[in-house]
């Protein structure tokens, strides 16, 4: 059986702390789904088309990586695809805290699904989207933060 792995996130937007997880986590799955959680009630700072292309420009030259974007339950999607894996970064204590209680919730959803922690570089533990996006809003240059394929001002 494949091992599928699900890289949930809001990816708005992906910055280099994302891709690098994702690229560290590669020799331990078959196939990696990035998968832009959205909601269709509540707009993203970047479109939801954007992020998806971002993305997928990122990883081209990768074929065990998959995006995507759902709406819903995490747990759910991840039947949806048969991943039985969810793939998570942490950079701080804080995170580990927000994420312990997700993951130890959606194993109650899913008995069979296991979450997976990398820790991120250590350069790496300052960097977020929501500072990118506050970064942008006041007209500053994030672009050191994200992957060179993204190109903030478009
Ligand atoms: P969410 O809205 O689900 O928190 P994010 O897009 O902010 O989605 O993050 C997705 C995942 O990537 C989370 O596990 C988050 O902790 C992790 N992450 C975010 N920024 C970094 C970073 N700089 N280094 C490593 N992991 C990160």
Known sequence: MKRIALFPGSFDPFTIGHEEIVRRALPLFDNIIVAIGYNSAKQGYFSLEK????????????????VDAYE???ADYCVVKNAKFILRGLRTAADFEYERA??????MLKHDIETVFLLTKPEHSPISSTIVREIIRYGGDASQFVPKEIDLLK
Request: proline letters at 0%.
């Open 102 to 107: 997700i993951a130890q919730m959606n194993k």
């Open 51 to 66: 992020r998806i292309n971002w993305i997928k420009d990122i990883f081209k030259d990768e074929n065990k990586i998959i």
């Open 72 to 74: 819903g339950l995490t």
